[in-house]
Protein backbone atom coordinates (compact mmCIF):
# COMPACT_ATOMS: atom_id res chain seq x y z
CA UNK A 1 0.00 0.00 0.00
CA UNK A 2 2.74 2.64 0.88
CA UNK A 3 3.36 5.11 -1.85
CA UNK A 4 0.28 4.34 -3.82
CA UNK A 5 -0.83 6.90 -6.19
CA UNK A 6 -4.35 8.15 -6.29
CA UNK A 7 -6.27 7.20 -8.57
CA UNK A 8 -4.58 3.42 -8.65
CA UNK A 9 -7.37 0.45 -8.06
CA UNK A 10 -6.70 -0.95 -4.48
CA UNK A 11 -8.79 -2.22 -1.76
CA UNK A 12 -12.56 -1.78 -1.38
CA UNK A 13 -14.21 1.15 0.97
CA UNK A 14 -16.79 0.08 2.50
CA UNK A 15 -19.72 2.98 3.47
CA UNK A 16 -22.54 1.95 5.40
CA UNK A 17 -25.63 4.58 5.09
CA UNK A 18 -28.54 2.90 7.27
CA UNK A 19 -30.39 5.99 5.78
CA UNK A 20 -30.34 6.30 2.57
CA UNK A 21 -32.03 9.00 0.38
CA UNK A 22 -33.32 9.73 -2.92
CA UNK A 23 -32.21 13.63 -3.10
CA UNK A 24 -34.45 15.73 -5.09
CA UNK A 25 -33.08 19.12 -5.94
CA UNK A 26 -35.82 21.69 -7.47
CA UNK A 27 -34.41 25.26 -9.05
CA UNK A 28 -37.23 27.92 -8.58
CA UNK A 29 -37.24 31.31 -10.28
CA UNK A 30 -37.87 32.95 -6.53
CA UNK A 31 -39.22 30.65 -3.85
CA UNK A 32 -42.44 31.94 -2.26
CA UNK A 33 -44.24 30.80 0.78
CA UNK A 34 -47.87 30.47 0.05
CA UNK A 35 -47.41 30.56 -4.25
CA UNK A 36 -47.19 28.21 -6.55
CA UNK A 37 -44.01 27.32 -7.83
CA UNK A 38 -43.58 25.52 -11.65
CA UNK A 39 -39.79 23.58 -11.40
CA UNK A 40 -37.67 24.58 -13.96
CA UNK A 41 -34.77 21.86 -12.96
CA UNK A 42 -35.24 18.31 -11.64
CA UNK A 43 -32.46 16.43 -10.16
CA UNK A 44 -33.07 13.02 -8.79
CA UNK A 45 -29.81 11.05 -7.43
CA UNK A 46 -28.59 8.89 -5.02
CA UNK A 47 -28.24 10.29 -1.30
CA UNK A 48 -27.74 10.20 2.04
CA UNK A 49 -24.25 10.89 3.50
CA UNK A 50 -22.15 7.58 2.92
CA UNK A 51 -23.43 7.34 -0.92
CA UNK A 52 -22.49 11.06 -1.17
CA UNK A 53 -18.71 10.09 0.83
CA UNK A 54 -18.65 6.69 -2.22
CA UNK A 55 -19.48 9.33 -4.72
CA UNK A 56 -16.56 11.83 -3.98
CA UNK A 57 -14.31 8.38 -3.03
CA UNK A 58 -15.27 6.55 -6.56
CA UNK A 59 -13.96 9.86 -8.37
CA UNK A 60 -10.61 10.08 -6.79
CA UNK A 61 -10.47 6.60 -8.44
CA UNK A 62 -11.45 3.85 -5.27
CA UNK A 63 -13.33 1.31 -5.80
CA UNK A 64 -16.02 1.71 -2.83
CA UNK A 65 -19.19 -0.93 -2.00
CA UNK A 66 -22.30 1.22 -0.78
CA UNK A 67 -24.26 -0.92 2.01
CA UNK A 68 -27.00 0.28 3.84
CA UNK A 69 -30.69 -0.30 3.29
CA UNK A 70 -33.07 0.31 0.49
CA UNK A 71 -36.80 -0.15 -0.48
CA UNK A 72 -40.11 0.99 -2.18
CA UNK A 73 -40.28 2.64 -5.51
CA UNK A 74 -37.71 5.12 -4.38
CA UNK A 75 -35.43 2.83 -3.58
CA UNK A 76 -35.21 0.94 -6.89
CA UNK A 77 -34.75 4.45 -8.24
CA UNK A 78 -31.68 5.05 -5.81
CA UNK A 79 -30.37 1.43 -6.97
CA UNK A 80 -30.55 2.06 -10.70
CA UNK A 81 -28.88 5.43 -10.56
CA UNK A 82 -26.14 3.89 -8.18
CA UNK A 83 -25.06 0.99 -11.32
CA UNK A 84 -24.54 4.20 -13.21
CA UNK A 85 -21.54 5.23 -10.88
CA UNK A 86 -18.44 3.78 -11.87
CA UNK A 87 -16.40 1.93 -9.55
CA UNK A 88 -19.33 1.88 -6.39
CA UNK A 89 -20.79 -1.74 -5.55
CA UNK A 90 -24.24 -1.74 -4.21
CA UNK A 91 -24.52 -3.82 -1.78
CA UNK A 92 -27.74 -2.62 -0.16
CA UNK A 93 -30.09 -4.34 1.91
CA UNK A 94 -33.57 -4.63 0.61
CA UNK A 95 -36.25 -3.66 3.18
CA UNK A 96 -40.38 -3.52 2.99
CA UNK A 97 -40.72 0.52 3.87
CA UNK A 98 -39.49 2.81 1.18
CA UNK A 99 -36.62 5.24 0.69
CA UNK A 100 -36.82 8.67 1.85
CA UNK A 101 -36.79 11.31 -0.11
CA UNK A 102 -35.22 14.73 0.50
CA UNK A 103 -36.16 17.82 -1.41
CA UNK A 104 -34.01 20.48 -1.81
CA UNK A 105 -35.16 24.15 -2.77
CA UNK A 106 -32.51 26.19 -4.82
CA UNK A 107 -33.73 29.67 -5.09
CA UNK A 108 -32.42 30.87 -8.54
CA UNK A 109 -32.16 34.73 -7.47
CA UNK A 110 -30.49 34.52 -3.91
CA UNK A 111 -29.01 31.19 -4.06
CA UNK A 112 -30.61 30.35 -0.78
CA UNK A 113 -31.15 26.33 -0.68
CA UNK A 114 -34.23 25.35 1.40
CA UNK A 115 -34.39 21.43 2.69
CA UNK A 116 -37.16 19.02 2.95
CA UNK A 117 -36.28 15.66 5.16
CA UNK A 118 -39.05 13.06 4.56
CA UNK A 119 -38.61 10.56 7.67
CA UNK A 120 -36.83 7.16 7.09
CA UNK A 121 -38.89 3.91 6.80
CA UNK A 122 -39.11 1.70 9.79
CA UNK A 123 -36.61 -0.98 9.65
CA UNK A 124 -38.01 -4.39 11.42
CA UNK A 125 -36.09 -6.32 13.71
CA UNK A 126 -34.72 -8.81 10.97
CA UNK A 127 -33.98 -6.41 8.56
CA UNK A 128 -31.24 -4.85 11.39
CA UNK A 129 -29.99 -8.33 11.53
CA UNK A 130 -29.83 -9.73 8.06
CA UNK A 131 -28.30 -5.92 7.39
CA UNK A 132 -25.44 -6.77 10.24
CA UNK A 133 -24.56 -10.38 8.86
CA UNK A 134 -23.98 -8.57 5.06
CA UNK A 135 -21.87 -6.04 7.10
CA UNK A 136 -19.89 -8.94 8.62
CA UNK A 137 -19.46 -10.87 5.19
CA UNK A 138 -18.52 -7.23 3.79
CA UNK A 139 -15.58 -6.08 6.30
CA UNK A 140 -13.13 -8.85 5.56
CA UNK A 141 -12.16 -7.26 2.17
CA UNK A 142 -12.95 -3.71 3.18
CA UNK A 143 -9.07 -1.32 4.00
CA UNK A 144 -11.47 1.29 5.86
CA UNK A 145 -15.38 1.76 6.27
CA UNK A 146 -17.11 4.81 6.80
CA UNK A 147 -20.33 4.92 9.02
CA UNK A 148 -22.32 7.95 8.20
CA UNK A 149 -25.52 9.75 8.77
CA UNK A 150 -28.81 8.97 10.54
CA UNK A 151 -30.48 6.22 12.49
CA UNK A 152 -33.58 5.54 10.26
CA UNK A 153 -36.80 4.32 12.82
CA UNK A 154 -36.35 0.81 14.29
CA UNK A 155 -32.42 1.11 13.95
CA UNK A 156 -31.00 0.75 17.64
CA UNK A 157 -29.54 3.97 19.05
CA UNK A 158 -26.28 1.92 19.82
CA UNK A 159 -26.17 0.20 16.61
CA UNK A 160 -22.74 2.44 15.51
CA UNK A 161 -21.31 1.05 18.86
CA UNK A 162 -21.70 -1.86 17.51
CA UNK A 163 -20.87 -1.43 13.92
CA UNK A 164 -17.51 0.05 15.39
CA UNK A 165 -16.96 -2.79 17.48
CA UNK A 166 -17.44 -5.10 14.98
CA UNK A 167 -15.08 -3.13 12.22
CA UNK A 168 -12.14 -3.32 15.06
CA UNK A 169 -12.96 -6.89 15.81
CA UNK A 170 -11.83 -7.28 12.12
CA UNK A 171 -9.03 -4.74 12.24
CA UNK A 172 -10.64 -2.88 9.21
CA UNK A 173 -9.96 1.30 10.12
CA UNK A 174 -13.22 2.68 11.29
CA UNK A 175 -14.75 6.73 10.76
CA UNK A 176 -17.92 7.27 12.37
CA UNK A 177 -19.66 10.42 11.10
CA UNK A 178 -23.05 11.30 12.52
CA UNK A 179 -25.09 13.27 15.35
CA UNK A 180 -27.24 13.36 18.76
CA UNK A 181 -27.51 10.33 20.41
CA UNK A 182 -26.52 7.54 17.74
CA UNK A 183 -22.87 9.86 17.60
CA UNK A 184 -22.90 9.82 21.99
CA UNK A 185 -23.87 6.21 21.94
CA UNK A 186 -21.39 5.76 18.69
CA UNK A 187 -17.91 7.23 20.27
CA UNK A 188 -18.47 4.46 23.20
CA UNK A 189 -17.35 1.85 20.31
CA UNK A 190 -13.97 3.54 19.99
CA UNK A 191 -13.85 4.59 16.21
CA UNK A 192 -10.46 5.31 15.17
CA UNK A 193 -11.84 8.31 13.62
CA UNK A 194 -14.60 10.77 14.03
CA UNK A 195 -15.48 13.51 11.84
CA UNK A 196 -18.42 16.39 13.41
CA UNK A 197 -19.07 19.67 12.46
CA UNK A 198 -18.73 22.50 15.04
CA UNK A 199 -22.54 21.89 16.16
CA UNK A 200 -22.35 18.32 16.64
CA UNK A 201 -19.11 18.71 18.71
CA UNK A 202 -20.88 21.06 20.43
CA UNK A 203 -23.65 19.02 21.57
CA UNK A 204 -21.25 16.00 21.97
CA UNK A 205 -19.16 17.94 24.40
CA UNK A 206 -21.32 20.84 25.83
CA UNK A 207 -18.09 22.83 24.97
CA UNK A 208 -17.99 25.41 21.68
CA UNK A 209 -14.70 25.79 22.24
CA UNK A 210 -13.48 23.78 19.48
CA UNK A 211 -10.30 22.58 20.26
CA UNK A 212 -11.24 21.63 24.02
CA UNK A 213 -14.87 20.05 22.45
CA UNK A 214 -12.13 17.98 20.37
CA UNK A 215 -9.60 16.67 22.42
CA UNK A 216 -13.15 15.88 25.24
CA UNK A 217 -14.53 13.94 21.94
CA UNK A 218 -11.26 11.91 21.99
CA UNK A 219 -11.28 11.05 25.63
CA UNK A 220 -14.68 10.23 25.17
CA UNK A 221 -13.22 6.77 22.73
CA UNK A 222 -12.32 8.07 19.58
CA UNK A 223 -8.66 7.31 18.27
CA UNK A 224 -8.48 10.67 16.23
CA UNK A 225 -11.12 13.38 16.09
CA UNK A 226 -11.10 15.71 12.80
CA UNK A 227 -13.20 18.07 13.62
CA UNK A 228 -15.00 20.41 10.74
CA UNK A 229 -15.23 24.32 11.21
CA UNK A 230 -16.72 25.02 8.54
CA UNK A 231 -15.10 28.06 6.88
CA UNK A 232 -12.15 27.41 9.16
CA UNK A 233 -11.20 24.27 7.93
CA UNK A 234 -10.09 21.40 9.45
CA UNK A 235 -8.97 20.65 13.55
CA UNK A 236 -7.27 17.65 14.43
CA UNK A 237 -6.24 15.74 17.11
CA UNK A 238 -4.80 12.42 16.52
CA UNK A 239 -2.24 9.76 18.59
CA UNK A 240 0.77 11.59 16.62
CA UNK A 241 -0.14 15.46 16.96
CA UNK A 242 -2.72 18.22 16.94
CA UNK A 243 -3.11 20.19 13.39
CA UNK A 244 -5.29 22.31 11.63
CA UNK A 245 -5.57 22.77 7.64
CA UNK A 246 -7.10 26.06 6.41
CA UNK A 247 -8.20 26.79 2.90
CA UNK A 248 -6.49 29.73 1.15
CA UNK A 249 -9.60 32.31 1.41
CA UNK A 250 -12.84 32.76 2.90
CA UNK A 251 -16.07 30.33 0.93
CA UNK A 252 -18.45 31.23 -1.03
CA UNK A 253 -21.12 28.44 -2.28
CA UNK A 254 -23.49 25.77 -1.45
CA UNK A 255 -21.89 23.76 1.75
CA UNK A 256 -24.49 20.44 0.98
CA UNK A 257 -22.02 17.71 0.77
CA UNK A 258 -18.53 19.64 1.86
CA UNK A 259 -18.50 17.17 5.31
CA UNK A 260 -18.97 14.46 3.10
CA UNK A 261 -16.19 15.40 0.58
CA UNK A 262 -13.77 15.78 3.90
CA UNK A 263 -14.67 12.37 4.89
CA UNK A 264 -14.18 11.07 1.67
CA UNK A 265 -10.43 12.96 1.55
CA UNK A 266 -9.92 11.36 4.84
CA UNK A 267 -10.59 8.31 4.11
CA UNK A 268 -8.94 7.91 0.73
CA UNK A 269 -5.77 9.62 2.26
CA UNK A 270 -5.72 7.09 5.00
CA UNK A 271 -6.24 4.02 2.83
CA UNK A 272 -2.83 5.42 0.90
CA UNK A 273 -1.23 5.46 4.10
CA UNK A 274 -0.59 9.25 3.63
CA UNK A 275 0.72 11.09 6.99
CA UNK A 276 -1.78 13.30 8.64
CA UNK A 277 -1.12 16.69 7.32
CA UNK A 278 -1.38 15.50 3.72
CA UNK A 279 -4.94 13.65 4.72
CA UNK A 280 -5.92 16.95 6.11
CA UNK A 281 -4.86 18.81 2.63
CA UNK A 282 -6.71 16.48 1.03
CA UNK A 283 -9.77 16.59 3.41
CA UNK A 284 -9.64 20.30 3.30
CA UNK A 285 -8.91 20.93 -0.27
CA UNK A 286 -12.50 18.36 -1.44
CA UNK A 287 -14.23 19.92 1.16
CA UNK A 288 -13.99 23.56 -0.12
CA UNK A 289 -13.95 22.55 -3.80
CA UNK A 290 -17.80 21.11 -2.80
CA UNK A 291 -18.71 24.22 -1.03
CA UNK A 292 -17.34 25.89 -4.45
CA UNK A 293 -19.02 23.36 -7.10
CA UNK A 294 -21.79 24.86 -9.19
CA UNK A 295 -23.64 21.47 -8.56
CA UNK A 296 -24.23 20.73 -4.92
CA UNK A 297 -22.65 17.78 -3.59
CA UNK A 298 -19.91 17.65 -6.34
CA UNK A 299 -16.58 18.67 -6.07
CA UNK A 300 -15.17 21.31 -9.03
CA UNK A 301 -11.45 18.78 -9.68
CA UNK A 302 -9.78 21.90 -10.95
CA UNK A 303 -10.46 23.68 -7.72
CA UNK A 304 -9.73 20.72 -5.86
CA UNK A 305 -6.35 20.07 -8.01
CA UNK A 306 -5.36 24.23 -7.42
CA UNK A 307 -6.52 24.13 -4.05
CA UNK A 308 -4.00 21.11 -2.97
CA UNK A 309 -1.40 22.82 -3.64
CA UNK A 310 -2.77 26.14 -1.47
CA UNK A 311 -4.09 24.85 1.64
CA UNK A 312 -1.96 25.42 4.89
CA UNK A 313 -1.49 22.89 7.43
CA UNK A 314 -0.06 24.24 10.80
CA UNK A 315 0.93 22.09 14.13
CA UNK A 316 -1.21 23.25 16.86
CA UNK A 317 0.44 23.99 20.50
CA UNK A 318 -0.14 21.16 23.07
CA UNK A 319 -0.20 24.08 25.55
CA UNK A 320 -3.81 25.57 23.49
CA UNK B 1 -81.09 7.12 -16.87
CA UNK B 2 -83.89 9.52 -16.11
CA UNK B 3 -84.70 9.51 -12.24
CA UNK B 4 -81.27 7.48 -11.62
CA UNK B 5 -80.69 8.26 -7.59
CA UNK B 6 -76.78 9.37 -7.02
CA UNK B 7 -74.51 5.91 -5.76
CA UNK B 8 -76.82 3.70 -8.15
CA UNK B 9 -74.20 2.20 -10.83
CA UNK B 10 -74.33 3.73 -14.32
CA UNK B 11 -72.21 3.75 -17.29
CA UNK B 12 -68.85 4.74 -17.22
CA UNK B 13 -67.74 8.45 -17.06
CA UNK B 14 -64.33 9.33 -18.99
CA UNK B 15 -61.95 11.68 -17.69
CA UNK B 16 -58.54 12.67 -19.52
CA UNK B 17 -55.63 13.81 -17.82
CA UNK B 18 -52.64 14.30 -20.21
CA UNK B 19 -50.17 15.61 -17.27
CA UNK B 20 -50.77 13.33 -14.32
CA UNK B 21 -48.90 13.80 -11.74
CA UNK B 22 -47.92 11.62 -7.97
CA UNK B 23 -48.57 14.18 -5.81
CA UNK B 24 -46.73 14.61 -2.62
CA UNK B 25 -48.04 16.46 0.51
CA UNK B 26 -45.42 17.13 3.16
CA UNK B 27 -46.41 18.62 6.55
CA UNK B 28 -44.01 21.30 8.19
CA UNK B 29 -43.82 22.67 11.28
CA UNK B 30 -43.05 25.95 10.14
CA UNK B 31 -41.81 26.60 5.95
CA UNK B 32 -38.70 29.28 6.26
CA UNK B 33 -36.72 29.41 2.67
CA UNK B 34 -33.44 28.78 3.69
CA UNK B 35 -33.63 26.62 6.42
CA UNK B 36 -33.53 22.53 7.13
CA UNK B 37 -36.96 20.91 7.69
CA UNK B 38 -38.12 17.48 8.69
CA UNK B 39 -40.90 16.56 7.41
CA UNK B 40 -43.14 15.23 10.09
CA UNK B 41 -45.74 13.82 7.43
CA UNK B 42 -45.69 12.54 3.97
CA UNK B 43 -49.12 11.83 1.91
CA UNK B 44 -48.76 10.41 -1.45
CA UNK B 45 -51.45 10.18 -4.34
CA UNK B 46 -52.49 9.87 -7.82
CA UNK B 47 -52.90 13.66 -9.23
CA UNK B 48 -53.69 15.84 -12.18
CA UNK B 49 -56.74 17.22 -12.64
CA UNK B 50 -58.66 14.19 -14.43
CA UNK B 51 -57.78 11.92 -11.87
CA UNK B 52 -58.77 13.76 -9.17
CA UNK B 53 -62.44 14.60 -10.60
CA UNK B 54 -62.56 10.90 -11.12
CA UNK B 55 -61.91 9.74 -7.76
CA UNK B 56 -64.89 12.94 -6.45
CA UNK B 57 -66.84 10.56 -9.37
CA UNK B 58 -65.78 7.04 -7.70
CA UNK B 59 -66.81 8.57 -3.82
CA UNK B 60 -70.27 9.92 -5.31
CA UNK B 61 -70.90 6.03 -6.77
CA UNK B 62 -69.87 6.88 -10.30
CA UNK B 63 -67.78 4.24 -12.43
CA UNK B 64 -64.70 6.28 -13.85
CA UNK B 65 -62.31 5.36 -16.65
CA UNK B 66 -59.08 7.33 -16.14
CA UNK B 67 -57.29 7.32 -19.47
CA UNK B 68 -54.00 10.19 -20.19
CA UNK B 69 -50.56 9.17 -20.03
CA UNK B 70 -48.23 7.78 -17.38
CA UNK B 71 -44.60 6.71 -17.26
CA UNK B 72 -41.19 6.15 -15.21
CA UNK B 73 -41.41 4.85 -11.44
CA UNK B 74 -43.51 7.84 -10.52
CA UNK B 75 -46.13 6.50 -13.11
CA UNK B 76 -45.53 2.85 -11.44
CA UNK B 77 -46.64 4.39 -8.03
CA UNK B 78 -49.64 6.40 -9.40
CA UNK B 79 -50.93 3.49 -10.93
CA UNK B 80 -50.74 1.43 -8.04
CA UNK B 81 -52.56 3.65 -6.08
CA UNK B 82 -55.07 3.85 -8.37
CA UNK B 83 -55.40 0.19 -7.93
CA UNK B 84 -56.95 0.76 -4.43
CA UNK B 85 -59.69 3.74 -5.46
CA UNK B 86 -62.83 1.41 -5.52
CA UNK B 87 -64.98 2.10 -8.86
CA UNK B 88 -61.78 3.67 -11.14
CA UNK B 89 -60.01 1.68 -13.75
CA UNK B 90 -56.82 2.60 -15.00
CA UNK B 91 -56.39 3.13 -18.59
CA UNK B 92 -53.51 5.37 -18.90
CA UNK B 93 -51.16 4.88 -22.04
CA UNK B 94 -47.58 3.76 -20.88
CA UNK B 95 -44.78 6.42 -21.57
CA UNK B 96 -41.40 6.43 -21.80
CA UNK B 97 -41.11 9.39 -19.79
CA UNK B 98 -41.76 9.85 -15.90
CA UNK B 99 -44.86 11.08 -14.61
CA UNK B 100 -44.32 14.61 -12.68
CA UNK B 101 -44.16 14.76 -9.12
CA UNK B 102 -46.30 17.86 -8.01
CA UNK B 103 -44.95 18.77 -3.82
CA UNK B 104 -47.16 20.48 -1.44
CA UNK B 105 -45.80 22.04 1.30
CA UNK B 106 -48.44 22.88 4.37
CA UNK B 107 -47.24 25.06 7.08
CA UNK B 108 -48.82 23.65 10.25
CA UNK B 109 -48.08 27.09 11.91
CA UNK B 110 -50.23 29.77 9.47
CA UNK B 111 -51.98 26.11 7.21
CA UNK B 112 -50.20 28.44 3.90
CA UNK B 113 -49.92 25.98 0.94
CA UNK B 114 -46.74 26.11 -1.27
CA UNK B 115 -46.61 24.13 -4.20
CA UNK B 116 -43.73 22.96 -6.15
CA UNK B 117 -44.60 21.36 -9.39
CA UNK B 118 -42.60 19.56 -11.99
CA UNK B 119 -42.52 19.84 -15.75
CA UNK B 120 -44.02 16.82 -17.23
CA UNK B 121 -42.53 14.18 -19.35
CA UNK B 122 -41.65 14.93 -22.96
CA UNK B 123 -44.47 12.65 -24.92
CA UNK B 124 -43.42 11.36 -28.49
CA UNK B 125 -45.82 11.25 -31.52
CA UNK B 126 -46.12 7.81 -31.51
CA UNK B 127 -47.36 7.84 -27.62
CA UNK B 128 -49.68 10.80 -28.44
CA UNK B 129 -50.82 8.54 -31.69
CA UNK B 130 -51.43 5.67 -29.26
CA UNK B 131 -53.76 7.67 -26.64
CA UNK B 132 -56.08 9.21 -29.38
CA UNK B 133 -56.79 5.50 -30.56
CA UNK B 134 -57.10 4.13 -26.93
CA UNK B 135 -59.42 7.66 -26.13
CA UNK B 136 -61.52 7.04 -29.53
CA UNK B 137 -61.78 2.90 -28.06
CA UNK B 138 -62.90 4.18 -24.61
CA UNK B 139 -65.78 6.87 -25.51
CA UNK B 140 -68.09 4.82 -26.79
CA UNK B 141 -68.60 2.71 -23.47
CA UNK B 142 -68.94 6.68 -21.88
CA UNK B 143 -71.80 8.28 -20.79
CA UNK B 144 -69.66 12.19 -20.60
CA UNK B 145 -65.93 12.71 -20.82
CA UNK B 146 -63.98 15.50 -19.11
CA UNK B 147 -60.79 16.75 -20.81
CA UNK B 148 -58.56 17.84 -17.67
CA UNK B 149 -55.53 20.12 -17.22
CA UNK B 150 -52.13 21.16 -18.87
CA UNK B 151 -51.10 19.36 -21.99
CA UNK B 152 -46.91 18.01 -21.00
CA UNK B 153 -44.78 18.79 -23.55
CA UNK B 154 -44.60 17.23 -26.62
CA UNK B 155 -48.79 16.76 -27.45
CA UNK B 156 -49.86 19.68 -29.79
CA UNK B 157 -51.59 22.89 -28.33
CA UNK B 158 -54.52 22.30 -30.30
CA UNK B 159 -54.90 18.35 -28.54
CA UNK B 160 -58.26 19.42 -26.94
CA UNK B 161 -60.01 20.96 -29.98
CA UNK B 162 -58.70 17.50 -31.70
CA UNK B 163 -60.90 15.29 -28.36
CA UNK B 164 -63.16 17.37 -28.45
CA UNK B 165 -64.71 17.07 -32.29
CA UNK B 166 -63.74 13.40 -31.82
CA UNK B 167 -65.96 13.25 -28.53
CA UNK B 168 -68.88 15.16 -29.89
CA UNK B 169 -68.76 12.90 -33.03
CA UNK B 170 -69.26 9.84 -30.59
CA UNK B 171 -71.94 12.12 -29.53
CA UNK B 172 -70.42 11.95 -26.16
CA UNK B 173 -71.23 15.07 -23.66
CA UNK B 174 -67.42 16.66 -23.52
CA UNK B 175 -66.17 18.91 -20.76
CA UNK B 176 -63.12 20.92 -21.19
CA UNK B 177 -61.10 21.89 -17.74
CA UNK B 178 -58.13 23.74 -18.94
CA UNK B 179 -55.58 26.94 -18.95
CA UNK B 180 -53.83 29.60 -21.69
CA UNK B 181 -53.23 28.52 -25.22
CA UNK B 182 -54.77 24.71 -24.51
CA UNK B 183 -58.19 26.48 -23.23
CA UNK B 184 -58.03 29.20 -26.08
CA UNK B 185 -57.74 26.26 -29.00
CA UNK B 186 -59.84 23.71 -26.99
CA UNK B 187 -62.57 26.09 -26.93
CA UNK B 188 -62.94 26.91 -30.61
CA UNK B 189 -63.53 22.71 -30.60
CA UNK B 190 -66.78 23.41 -29.27
CA UNK B 191 -67.00 21.53 -25.86
CA UNK B 192 -70.82 21.18 -24.54
CA UNK B 193 -69.62 22.40 -21.44
CA UNK B 194 -66.51 24.49 -20.11
CA UNK B 195 -65.42 25.05 -16.37
CA UNK B 196 -62.94 27.78 -16.52
CA UNK B 197 -62.17 29.55 -13.11
CA UNK B 198 -62.20 33.39 -13.02
CA UNK B 199 -58.49 33.59 -13.80
CA UNK B 200 -58.96 31.32 -16.61
CA UNK B 201 -61.94 33.26 -18.11
CA UNK B 202 -60.12 36.51 -17.91
CA UNK B 203 -57.19 35.13 -19.81
CA UNK B 204 -59.11 34.05 -21.98
CA UNK B 205 -61.41 36.71 -22.68
CA UNK B 206 -59.91 39.82 -21.43
CA UNK B 207 -62.51 40.73 -19.32
CA UNK B 208 -62.68 40.78 -15.49
CA UNK B 209 -66.74 41.19 -15.32
CA UNK B 210 -67.61 37.19 -14.63
CA UNK B 211 -71.14 37.73 -16.68
CA UNK B 212 -69.68 39.86 -19.25
CA UNK B 213 -66.83 36.92 -19.43
CA UNK B 214 -69.00 33.91 -19.31
CA UNK B 215 -70.99 34.99 -22.11
CA UNK B 216 -67.68 35.80 -24.27
CA UNK B 217 -66.62 32.55 -23.65
CA UNK B 218 -69.81 30.88 -24.86
CA UNK B 219 -69.95 32.85 -28.08
CA UNK B 220 -65.82 31.56 -28.51
CA UNK B 221 -68.02 27.95 -28.36
CA UNK B 222 -68.36 26.27 -25.64
CA UNK B 223 -72.33 25.04 -25.31
CA UNK B 224 -72.47 25.69 -22.01
CA UNK B 225 -69.78 28.06 -19.46
CA UNK B 226 -69.92 27.51 -15.84
CA UNK B 227 -67.52 30.10 -14.22
CA UNK B 228 -65.92 28.91 -10.88
CA UNK B 229 -65.94 32.41 -8.78
CA UNK B 230 -63.73 30.70 -5.63
CA UNK B 231 -65.83 31.99 -2.88
CA UNK B 232 -68.87 33.35 -4.53
CA UNK B 233 -69.92 30.11 -5.99
CA UNK B 234 -71.06 29.53 -9.76
CA UNK B 235 -71.76 31.29 -12.29
CA UNK B 236 -73.54 29.44 -15.51
CA UNK B 237 -74.84 30.85 -19.03
CA UNK B 238 -76.39 28.03 -20.41
CA UNK B 239 -79.23 27.23 -23.62
CA UNK B 240 -81.49 26.84 -20.84
CA UNK B 241 -80.86 29.91 -18.74
CA UNK B 242 -78.31 32.19 -15.93
CA UNK B 243 -77.82 30.88 -12.71
CA UNK B 244 -75.80 31.72 -9.84
CA UNK B 245 -74.82 28.98 -7.57
CA UNK B 246 -73.93 30.39 -3.43
CA UNK B 247 -73.11 28.47 -0.95
CA UNK B 248 -74.37 29.81 2.21
CA UNK B 249 -71.42 31.59 4.10
CA UNK B 250 -67.73 32.59 2.92
CA UNK B 251 -65.68 29.58 3.46
CA UNK B 252 -61.71 29.27 4.50
CA UNK B 253 -60.12 26.31 4.20
CA UNK B 254 -57.63 25.02 1.50
CA UNK B 255 -59.14 25.54 -1.93
CA UNK B 256 -56.76 22.65 -3.93
CA UNK B 257 -58.71 20.57 -6.11
CA UNK B 258 -62.54 22.60 -5.30
CA UNK B 259 -62.50 22.93 -9.11
CA UNK B 260 -61.98 19.32 -9.97
CA UNK B 261 -65.24 18.91 -7.39
CA UNK B 262 -67.30 21.17 -9.35
CA UNK B 263 -66.31 19.15 -12.53
CA UNK B 264 -67.04 16.18 -10.82
CA UNK B 265 -70.44 17.76 -9.48
CA UNK B 266 -71.32 18.83 -13.06
CA UNK B 267 -70.68 15.41 -14.78
CA UNK B 268 -72.06 13.51 -12.17
CA UNK B 269 -75.51 15.21 -12.66
CA UNK B 270 -75.28 15.82 -16.11
CA UNK B 271 -75.21 11.80 -16.45
CA UNK B 272 -78.07 11.87 -14.23
CA UNK B 273 -79.82 14.52 -16.42
CA UNK B 274 -80.50 16.47 -13.27
CA UNK B 275 -81.95 19.83 -14.30
CA UNK B 276 -79.23 23.05 -14.20
CA UNK B 277 -79.98 24.26 -10.87
CA UNK B 278 -79.39 20.94 -9.57
CA UNK B 279 -76.20 20.14 -11.06
CA UNK B 280 -74.82 23.66 -10.16
CA UNK B 281 -75.87 22.69 -6.35
CA UNK B 282 -74.04 19.51 -6.51
CA UNK B 283 -71.03 21.30 -8.23
CA UNK B 284 -71.13 24.61 -5.34
CA UNK B 285 -71.39 21.42 -2.76
CA UNK B 286 -69.02 19.56 -3.68
CA UNK B 287 -66.36 22.57 -4.15
CA UNK B 288 -67.45 23.72 -1.08
CA UNK B 289 -66.99 20.93 1.11
CA UNK B 290 -63.88 20.38 -0.69
CA UNK B 291 -62.35 23.47 0.67
CA UNK B 292 -63.35 23.02 4.19
CA UNK B 293 -62.01 19.70 4.38
CA UNK B 294 -58.94 18.88 6.20
CA UNK B 295 -57.31 16.86 4.21
CA UNK B 296 -56.63 18.52 0.57
CA UNK B 297 -58.47 17.55 -2.25
CA UNK B 298 -60.99 15.52 -0.25
CA UNK B 299 -64.24 16.46 0.53
CA UNK B 300 -66.08 15.99 3.55
CA UNK B 301 -69.48 13.95 3.12
CA UNK B 302 -71.13 15.47 6.16
CA UNK B 303 -70.56 18.89 4.97
CA UNK B 304 -71.21 18.04 1.10
CA UNK B 305 -74.91 16.80 2.13
CA UNK B 306 -75.64 19.29 4.63
CA UNK B 307 -74.66 22.39 2.15
CA UNK B 308 -77.13 20.33 -0.35
CA UNK B 309 -79.64 21.74 1.45
CA UNK B 310 -78.20 25.23 2.06
CA UNK B 311 -76.57 26.36 -1.55
CA UNK B 312 -78.65 28.89 -3.19
CA UNK B 313 -79.23 29.61 -6.76
CA UNK B 314 -80.61 32.64 -8.08
CA UNK B 315 -81.84 33.11 -12.04
CA UNK B 316 -79.33 35.99 -13.39
CA UNK B 317 -81.46 38.56 -15.30
CA UNK B 318 -81.19 38.54 -19.15
CA UNK B 319 -80.34 42.21 -19.44
CA UNK B 320 -77.66 42.24 -17.24
Chains 1, 2 share one sequence.
Not at 153 to 161: F, H, L, M, Q, T
Not at 232 to 259: C, F, K, Y
Not at 284 to 295: E, G, I, N, R
Amino acid sequence: MEGRQEGEVGPVILTVTLNTALDITYRVPSLRAGASHRVSDVLERPGGKGVNVARVLAALGHEVTVTGFSGGPTGRVLRDRLTEVPRVTDALVPVSGATRRTVTLVDDRTGATTHLNEPGPHIAHAEWSAFQEVYEDLLPSASAVALCGSLPPGVPVGAYANLVRTARAARVPVLLDTSGAALRRGVAGRPDLLKPNTEELAELTGSHEPLRATQDARRRGAGTVVASLGADGLLAVTPEGRWRATPPAPLTGNPTGAGDAAVAGLLSALVEHRPWPERLIRATALSAATVLSPTAGDFDRETYERLLTTVTVTVVATAA
